[in-house]
Nanobody, 121 residues
Framework: QVHLVESGGGLVQAGGSLTLSCVAS????????MGWFRQAPGKEREFVAA??????DYDISAKGRFTISRDNAKNAVYLQMNSLKPEDTAVYYC????????????????WGQGTQVTVSS
C-alpha cells in the first residue's frame, strides 16, 4: 500500500522560511519522479517543483526561492522554501509516480494528504 506523509507546514511571516518533508512507502521510490504541488483556496492545484535522479524542475514562481531535494536512502523528498510571500499560502502536496519528468498533476499516481503553509504579511 502506498503512503506519502508530508510534514513541516505552518505559519510564517513574509520573508521567512519553511522546509517541507515527505516520506514515501509502498513503491520503488528511487525510480520515480517526486514532485510538490500546491493548492490555494478557490484555485486549481499547481505545480511547484519536481526531481528525478538527475533532473530538477521548478515553476517560475518557485525558482530562486525554493529548493527541492530527495534522499533515496530514506525514501524522502524535501522542499526548502525561502523568502516566502503571502501568495505562497496554500496546501502543499507531495506526489510521486511517473518515470519521466512532468509538471502535469494527472501523471502523478501517488499523493500525500497535504500540509498547510500560511504566510502572513
Amino acid at each position: 500500500q502506498v503512503h506519502l506523509v508530508e510534514s513541516g507546514g505552518g505559519l510564517v511571516q513574509a520573508g521567512g522560511s519553511l522546509t517541507l518533508s515527505c516520506v514515501a512507502s509502498g513503491f520503488t521510490f528511487s525510480r520515480n519522479v517526486m514532485g510538490w504541488f500546491r493548492q490555494a483556496p478557490g484555485k486549481e492545484r499547481e505545480f511547484v517543483a519536481a526531481v528525478t535522479w538527475s533532473l530538477i524542475d521548478y515553476d517560475i514562481s518557485a525558482k530562486g526561492r525554493f529548493t527541492i531535494s530527495r534522499d533515496n536512502a530514506k525514501n524522502a523528498v524535501y522542499l526548502q522554501m525561502n523568502s516566502l510571500k503571502p501568495e505562497d499560502t496554500a496546501v502543499y502536496y507531495c506526489a510521486g509516480g511517473p518515470y519521466i519528468m512532468t509538471r502535469n498533476a494527472n501523471d502523478y499516481a501517488y499523493w500525500g494528504q497535504g500540509t498547510q503553509v500560511t504566510v502572513s504579511s
